[in-house]
């Protein structure tokens, strides 16, 4: 079993910046993808980046040259480096993880609100 903790949330100007984080439990992190999802208010959750556990990386094209995603093994930890936030960012961020070997998520943390103000 998994379990993931998410920090780092809060309110930031349009233009600034936040960092995310998010805590793993279990020893099977590093077999792990992991990833930030993000739900604003009546849409859809959606994929905003996600990591494998060699390093490789693919980010939603709305945060491409903004976000960047990281991780250490070592650690269990992930991380969402947000910059240049905008309003359209505002939603409530959630760190998800899988075993590489299934295609769907299955450990989610609570989430954490992210509000970006013009």
């Known amino acids: 079993q998994v379990q993931l903790v998410e920090s780092g949330g809060g309110l930031v100007q349009a233009g600034g910046s936040l960092r995310l984080s998010c805590a793993a439990s279990?020893?099977?992190?590093?077999?792990?993808?992991t990833a930030w999802y993000r739900q604003a208010p009546g849409k859809q959750r959606e994929l905003v980046a996600a990591?494998?556990?060699?390093?490789?990386?693919n980010y939603v094209d709305s945060v491409k040259d903004r976000f960047t995603i990281s991780r250490d093994n070592a650690k269990n930890t992930v991380w969402l480096q947000m910059n240049s936030l905008k309003p359209e960012d505002t939603a409530v961020y959630y760190c998800?993880?899988?075993?590489?070997?299934?295609?769907?998520?299955?450990?989610w943390g609570q989430g954490t609100q992210v509000t970006v103000s013009s």
């Open positions: 279990g020893s099977i992190f590093s077999i792990l993808v």
């Open positions: 990591i494998t556990s060699g390093g490789n990386t």
């Open positions: 998800a993880a899988r075993d590489f070997r299934v295609s769907g998520y299955d450990y």
